[in-house]
C-alpha cells in the first residue's frame, strides 16, 4: 500500500472515531437509510420478474484465457439452455464469463455490480434491463441469495469466499432452502475442504454431513448435472 493510500485510510479511521452532534448523525444515518431502502426495492422491482436463474461467483482477476474463464463461459451457456437464467456481480473476469455465456445463448444475463475503488467495472455482456449498481454489499448479497435457486463457485479471492460461505451459513441454518451449491475446480479448492474435513470437523464446529452441503467438480458437464439433479425432485420456488 502506498504512503497516499495509508493516508487515506488514516483519514477513515479518525473520521469514524470523531465527534459528532447528534444532529449530523441524525442527517447522515436518515440518508443513508434511504439509499439502503432504495437499493432493495429496485432490486426486488427489476429482479422479481427474471425467473429461475443460478448465480456464478469467481474473480474478477481471472484474465479470459484462463481455463477456469472458459469453463465458467460454458456453464452458464449449459444453464440457459437447461432453461435456467444467470446472475454474476456484473463485473470482469468469472463474471464477465458467466454473463457472456448466457449472451452467446440469448438467456437472462443479470449484473449486480458494486461500487469498487479498483477492479469492478460492469462487462458488456448483461442484458440492458437487468445491470443493477450497489453501494452497500450486504443488499447486493440478499439480490444474490433471494433470486438464486443455485450457485456455482469458480475459483477466487476473499470475495468469493464470502458469498459462498454465506450462501452455505443460510442453507445450514435453514434460513433458505437446501438449494445446490457447486464448486468448481477441485484442485483450487481441495485444500480448503481437506481443511474443513481435518480440522473444522475435528474441533466440533461443523458437523460432517455439513460438507454435503456443496458438490465438488470439474466440468461443465458435472456442474449443470448438480443443478438439473436437484431440480428434478424440487420445484422451483422463491427463495425466501
Known sequence: MTENN????????KQAFGDKTWAQIKSEESWRIFK?????????????????????????????????????EEIAAKLVRHGYGVITGGGPGIMEAGNKGAASERGRSVGLNIELPFEQ???PYIDSDKNMNFDFFFVRKVMFV????????????????????????????????RFPVVLVGKEYWGGLIDWMKKTMVAAGNIHE?????????????????VIDDFYAKYLLKPNF
Not at 495509508?6 to 479511521?13: A, G, Q, T, Y
Request: include cysteine; charge should be negative; hydrophobic fraction near 35%.
Open 209 to 225: 454431513e455439513d460438507l454435503e452441503l456443496f458438490a465438488l467438480v470439474d466440468t461443465p458437464t458435472e456442474a449443470v448435472r
Open 146 to 177: 433471494k433470486y438464486s435457486q443455485g450457485f456455482i463457485i469458480m475459483p477466487g479471492g476473499f470475495g468469493t469466499l464470502d458469498e459462498m460461505f454465506e450462501s452455505l451459513t443460510l442453507i445450514q441454518t435453514h434460513k433458505i432452502g
Open 6 to 13: 495509508w493516508k487515506e485510510e488514516e483519514e477513515k479511521i
Open 121 to 123: 467495472t460492469p462487462n
Open 36 to 72: 439502503i431502502m432504495s437499493e432493495f426495492v429496485e432490486g426486488i422491482d427489476k429482479l422479481s420478474k427474471i425467473g429461475p436463474c443460478v448465480s456464478i461467483f469467481g474473480s474478477a482477476r481471472t484474465s479470459p484465457d484462463s481455463p477456469y474463464y472458459k469453463i465458467a
